[in-house]
């Protein structure tokens, strides 16, 4: 059974940085065809989709947001896909969601991931 946990979330001020971890087990993911997502949800918004990364860390795209704010990266021994947030603001504030897939390439859509993290909440104080 596929296992995703998410941490490193926590309560930071605006400017500040955090980097979320998203471990996976039970599961030997394809470096060829497994896409890894983060996406987050503020209270009552949609789900909204940050960031995705190849399972071998060869691509990555990001959200117009986040671009040039966050950096994803992957450590395949670790089972480990990293969600590195600097300058971060207000709006941030949301729980952020880790989701894995067996997709031909990134997808922003979360219906596209079959498995889903329980989430790590992130508040950025003003």
């Known amino acids: 059974q596929v296992q995703l946990v998410e941490s490193g979330g926590g309560l930071v001020q605006a400017g500040d940085s955090l980097k979320l971890s998203c471990t996976a087990s039970?599961?030997?993911?394809?470096?060829?065809?497994?896409?890894m997502g983060w996406f987050r949800q503020a209270p009552g918004k949609e789900r909204e989709f940050v960031a995705g990364?190849?399972?071998?860390?060869?691509?990555?795209y990001y959200a117009d947001s986040m671009e040039g704010r966050f950096t994803l990266s992957t450590n395949n021994a670790k089972n480990t896909v990293y969600l590195q947030m600097n300058s971060l603001k207000p709006e941030d504030t949301a729980f952020y969601y880790c989701?894995?897939?067996?997709?031909?390439?990134?997808?922003?859509?979360?219906?596209?991931?079959?498995?889903w993290g329980k989430g790590t909440q992130v508040t950025v104080s003003s």
């Open positions: 990364i190849s399972w071998s860390g060869i691509s990555a």
């Open positions: 039970g599961h030997s993911f394809s470096r060829y065809s497994t896409r």
């Open positions: 989701a894995a897939g067996n997709l031909a390439e990134i997808s922003d859509a979360p219906n596209k991931y079959a498995y």
